[in-house]
């Protein structure tokens, strides 16, 4: 994995620290494919073409971020016309945010980069073992989601 000396069988027998050490080499290999400001707008940008405009509150919970990181992501985007950020026309005091062309022509751009972060961090699997680690890594995940508020 690194330059770390061998961790004892039973730390490598538990599941959370092999997750935890992935995660640490995924983030790695991501930051040397994506600068920081790509991956909030990877994450932003993705969830517009999901799920559609979005309140900025909404894309917080969605995707774990403080309201003030959003606001700073949003504006950011909207500047370089990858979104476009409109009063709600259900509550004026909110901020609706949609996906623009610009904006999908970026997250393909970026998909890109993540795609090459992924392939590096997964190098050693199969396709049906990507496949099969992305299931069971979501069951995991899935398992474990916080109750809605």
């Known amino acids: 994995m690194d330059d ?6 039973r730390l490598r027998a538990l599941a959370s620290w092999q997750a935890s050490r992935v995660s640490t080499i995924g983030a790695r290999m991501t930051a040397r494919h994506m600068p920081l400001t790509a991956r909030s707008d990877f994450a932003v940008l993705a969830a ?4 559609g405009p979005l309140s900025q509150a909404e894309l917080g919970r969605r995707l774990g971020l403080d309201r003030n990181d959003v606001s700073g992501i949003v504006t950011r ?32 751009e970026i998909q890109h980069h993540a795609d090459a972060a992924q392939a590096e961090l997964l190098a050693g699997l199969n396709e049906g073992e990507r496949n099969q680690l ?9 398992a474990h989601r916080p ?3």
């Open 134 to 142: 992305n299931l069971l890594l979501s069951k995991v995940l899935a």
């Open 147 to 149: 109750e809605p508020a």
């Open 4 to 9: 770390d000396p061998l961790a004892p069988a």
């Open 48 to 51: 517009l073409e999901e799920y």
């Open 77 to 108: 985007l909207a500047a370089g016309g990858h979104v476009d950020r409109r009063p709600d026309p259900d509550d004026r005091r909110r901020n609706e945010v949609s996906l623009t062309g610009p904006g999908l022509r970026r997250l393909d």
